[in-house]
């Protein structure tokens, strides 16, 4: 039985993409069938990938049912790895979506339509805010994995993330349950960053996962040669932390 995790954070930057491209790659790795879906109108994690644009086999396609699941499925250079692509279009369906009935379920029924029994984890990169297309994601999901910035007001966004998944799950999706807090940008060098992983474990206690992702520079080039960091550098801190938090998920 899958997995549906929607990685999301109202905040752009905090590393959301890069957790959804790296995390997928490295449960591929572990020889289980990963499918990304691209909810972001910026399509970050289909260029990331080395994707190209698929007008009719996209995000816009499948929410809009002008094409079915396995129509918008698109297998990437890498093995065990699958993506929904993106669309540009994505925000302007959002306005769309908006006067429609049973709006928030527009995912969750594009999704279980066909059924994604061949695929392990499905990783949904949710838009950076919280909108129609990320309450979306949050009702289609069978778990939330929330990426935290280890930044100053970093705590304060997560409390208004947590709150929504809250009002998400007492009105449209009950069995919804956090997968884990996620540090991103991490270096225990600095004051600022022990003191938010100090303070999210306070509050969030073994939800917080041990894994910490580093500030790496073969992180943020992967995405422009449009590989993950494991295709791209496999020795580099990036890789190994990413190896480590799929073993951690696994094992959750």
């Given at each position: 039985?899958?997995?549906?995790?929607?990685?999301?954070n109202?905040?752009?930057?905090?590393?959301?993409?890069?957790?959804?491209?790296n995390?997928?790659?490295?449960?591929?790795?572990?020889?289980?069938?990963?499918?990304?879906?691209?909810?972001?109108?910026?399509?970050?994690?289909t260029?990331?990938?080395?994707?190209p644009?698929m007008?009719?086999?996209?995000?816009?396609?499948?929410?809009?049912?002008?094409?079915?699941?396995?129509?918008?499925?698109?297998?990437?250079?890498?093995?065990?790895?699958?993506?929904?692509?993106?669309?540009?279009?994505?925000?302007g369906?959002e306005?769309?979506?908006?006067?429609?009935?049973?709006?928030?379920?527009?995912?969750?029924?594009?999704?279980?339509?066909?059924?994604?029994?061949?695929?392990?984890?499905?990783?949904?990169?949710?838009?950076?805010?919280?909108?129609?297309?990320?309450?979306?994601?949050?009702?289609?999901?069978?778990t939330?994995?929330?990426?935290?910035?280890?930044?100053?007001?970093?705590?304060?966004?997560?409390?208004?993330?947590?709150?929504?998944?809250?009002?998400?799950?007492?009105?449209?999706?009950?069995?919804?349950?956090?997968?884990?807090?996620?540090?991103t940008?991490?270096?225990r060098?600095?004051?600022?960053?022990?003191?938010?992983?100090?303070?999210?474990?306070?509050?969030?206690?073994?939800?917080?996962?041990?894994?910490?992702?580093?500030?790496?520079?073969?992180?943020?080039?992967?995405?422009s040669?449009?590989?993950?960091?494991?295709?791209y550098?496999?020795?580099?801190?990036?890789?190994?932390?990413?190896?480590?938090?799929?073993?951690?998920?696994?094992?959750r």
């Amino acid at each position: 039985m899958n997995r549906i995790i929607a990685v999301a954070n109202q905040k752009g930057g905090v590393g959301k993409t890069t957790t959804v491209i790296n995390l997928g790659a490295s449960l591929a790795v572990y020889d289980r069938e990963v499918l990304i879906v691209d909810m972001d109108p910026q399509m970050n994690a289909t260029s990331g990938l080395g994707m190209p644009v698929m007008p009719g086999r996209d995000m816009q396609a499948l929410l809009t049912s002008a094409a079915g699941l396995e129509d918008c499925i698109a297998e990437t250079p890498f093995e065990g790895l699958w993506i929904v692509p993106g669309s540009l279009d994505l925000a302007g369906l959002e306005m769309e979506l908006a006067t429609e009935d049973r709006r928030e379920f527009f995912l969750r029924d594009s999704l279980r339509a066909e059924g994604l029994g061949r695929f392990d984890f499905v990783l949904i990169d949710c838009a950076p805010s919280l909108g129609l297309l990320t309450i979306n994601a949050l009702v289609a999901a069978d778990t939330v994995l929330l990426p935290l910035q280890s930044e100053y007001y970093a705590l304060e966004g997560l409390t208004h993330l947590l709150d929504t998944i809250r009002r998400v799950r007492a009105a449209w999706n009950p069995p919804l349950e956090l997968e884990g807090v996620l540090l991103t940008m991490y270096d225990r060098r600095l004051k600022l960053s022990r003191e938010v992983e100090s303070d999210a474990e306070m509050h969030l206690g073994d939800r917080v996962f041990g894994t910490r992702i580093p500030r790496n520079v073969r992180l943020s080039e992967a995405p422009s040669f449009g590989k993950p960091v494991l295709h791209y550098d496999l020795e580099s801190p990036g890789a190994r932390s990413y190896l480590r938090l799929a073993e951690e998920l696994m094992e959750r």
